[in-house]
């Protein structure tokens, strides 16, 4: 009887393919697809800077405009 190697016991990649319907038999990463099914793509991380321009539309910014708001408002009731 022929042992099997910890990798061929691994957990297997859930693709099938379109043509065949036979599934993917690449090792599967921790969500359950290969690297060339989607493996390494887990999405932006959390507080992800990458897109951040010029600020316009943070928190910081909209807190910074409704102060300005309240302080104009004021203004006007006062003179």
């Known amino acids: 009887m022929e042992s099997k190697l910890p990798m061929h016991l691994s957990l297997r990649c859930g693709a099938h393919s379109r043509r065949s319907g036979k599934p993917c038999r690449n090792g599967a990463m921790t969500n359950g697809r290969c690297r060339m099914h989607g493996g390494k793509a887990t999405g932006a991380p ?7 321009k010029h600020g316009m539309h943070s928190a910081a910014h909209y807190e910074w405009l409704d102060a300005l708001n309240k302080l104009l408002v004021m203004a006007k009731q006062a003179g």
């Open 46 to 52: 959390i507080g992800n800077r990458n897109a951040w």
